[in-house]
């Protein structure tokens, strides 16, 4: 299975845009970017999810690089309630776009947003 | 849409007794996971229901495990002869895959954190 890197740790001041990195070097073809947050003390939430283009959501944008081997999740401006770990999945799909649905999580990024 | 709810919120055992967790999925979801989390760790996953069928289960699922889904509806998992290593919280997701659907979201309860003494 192709792995994930992110940083371990990030931090955001209030209103300001924030900019959270992941590396999957090993991405295949049908490799969906999928990106879930888990905020204390809860179980982890679907933010954002995309294939090849750009995508944009009520909550995040997700920029992926063009040879696919890295995304960037956007988070416009961020609010102390998006403090949280971050996580950034890859899942299978398959040629007819459905995909495998099994979620392998890493260790994530820690955001911490300073008022 | 009342969301995935897990019962009990918390369970305290003491070794070698037996566990059942439950777990309320989305009413129309097809599919039902079970991950365990342990402190500062990323959730792992265990097995995976798609309606009643048992379609995957982890190495991380030894013998002690037990998982069911009975009707397709709720789930049920089993820990039997608790170990001290149990000790985590257990997450079940639902989602609603289609064929051909790209999305597979999946929603998460909050959680069963189990303690065994």
């Known amino acids: 299975d192709a792995k994930t890197t992110q940083p371990n740790s990030m931090e955001s001041n209030e209103e300001e845009p924030v900019h959270l990195p992941c590396n999957h070097s090993t991405i295949s073809g049908t490799d969906y970017i999928h990106w879930y947050r888990q905020l204390p003390s809860q179980g982890p939430e679907y933010v954002i999810h995309g294939l090849t283009s750009n995508v944009n959501n009520r909550m995040a944008s997700l920029a992926i690089a063009e040879d696919r081997k890295s995304s960037t999740l956007i988070l416009h401006r961020a609010t102390l309630r998006d403090a949280a770990v971050y996580y950034c999945?890859?899942?299978?799909?398959?040629?007819?776009?459905?995909?495998?649905?099994?979620?392998?999580f890493g260790q994530g990024t820690i955001l911490t947003v300073h008022p | 849409d009342t969301g995935v709810s897990q019962d009990p919120r918390h369970k305290i055992t003491k070794r070698g007794q037996n566990v059942t967790f439950r777990c309320d999925p989305i009413s129309e979801h097809n599919r039902l996971y079970w991950y365990r989390q342990t402190l500062g760790q990323g959730p792992e996953f265990l097995t995976y229901?798609?309606?009643?069928?048992?379609?995957?289960k982890s190495r991380l699922l030894s013998d002690r495990f037990s998982a069911e889904r009975p009707k397709g509806s709720f789930s049920t998992l089993e820990i039997q002869r608790t170990e001290q290593g149990d000790s985590a919280m257990y997450l079940c997701?639902?989602?609603?895959?289609?064929?051909?659907?790209?999305?597979?979201?999946?929603?998460f309860g909050p959680g069963t954190r189990l303690t065994v003494l």
């Open positions: 999945i890859l899942i299978k799909g398959n040629a007819g776009g459905t995909s495998y649905g099994k979620l392998t």
């Open positions: 229901f798609q309606n009643e069928a048992q379609l995957e």
């Open positions: 997701a639902s989602s609603l895959q289609l064929t051909g659907a790209t999305e597979g979201k999946q929603y």
